[in-house]
Structure formats: C-alpha cells, structure tokens
C-alpha cells in the first residue's frame, strides 16, 4: 500500500501563487506515474497534471497549461504542483494520486493511489 500525504493549500489571491506538495509513502514500481487532481463543490473531479516519474514527462489541463508546473524530486518521492497566475476558478480540493504503469492516463478512475486533498481557495 502506498500513502499520499499532501500539503500547502490555502487562501491566495486572484494573480497569486501556491505550491501544493505530495510525499509518497514508498514507490510502487519503477514505472509510475503522479497526478494532480482537483474537484470543487458540486462538480466531478477533474485532472490537474501528470508526471511520468522515471522520464520526467509531464501533461497538463488546457485549463491550466502555461500557469501550473508539475515537477518530482526523486529522492524524496515527493511531487510538487506550483501553481502561479491563480483564479478564483482554480478554487478547489486539490488531490495527488499515484498509479503503476507508463503512458498519459488523465482518468481518475486509473490511479490506484490517492492523497487525502488539500484546500485551494482563490478569493479576493
């Protein structure tokens, strides 16, 4: 079993900036890969971003892309989300997941691994 510890949410902002960070118990595997996901009230959990943890390989939402930056340090197998340029449509329960296997995987459904969410809210 792999836990998934998350930290740094919070309140920022409009134009703000956080970075959320997610530890990993243990590796799974050699081929693994990370995710961010986020699900505000009322609405389906949506993907965020995802690393492949052994080349590096990072995807993100459009909805996202150019603001977030999904990035891995391999010694602390900890996977950290900066997020820069907030808006109050970013505000959500920000979740990292883990699932075994290569390749893109955006549906949550795939990871078997999941932190217990941390709270962005983005608020004047």
């Known amino acids: 079993q792999v836990q998934l510890t998350e930290l740094g949410g919070g309140l920022v902002q409009p134009g703000g900036s956080l970075r959320l960070s997610c530890a990993a118990s243990?590796?799974?595997?050699?081929?693994?890969?990370m995710g961010w996901f986020r699900q505000a009230p009322g609405k389906e959990r949506e993907f965020v971003a995802v690393?492949?943890?052994?080349?590096?390989?990072?995807y993100y939402a459009d909805s996202v892309e150019g603001r977030f930056t999904i990035s891995r340090d391999n010694a602390k197998n900890t996977v950290y989300l900066q997020m820069n340029s907030l808006k109050p449509e970013d505000t959500a329960a920000y979740y990292c997941?883990?699932?075994?296997?290569?390749?893109?995987?955006?549906?949550?459904?795939?990871?078997?691994?999941w932190g217990q969410g941390t709270q962005v809210t983005v608020s004047a």
């Open positions: 997941a883990a699932r075994v296997g290569g390749g893109i995987v955006t549906g949550p459904s795939s990871y078997a691994y």
């Open positions: 690393i492949i943890w052994d080349i590096g390989v990072t």
């Open positions: 243990r590796r799974t595997s050699a081929n693994y890969a």
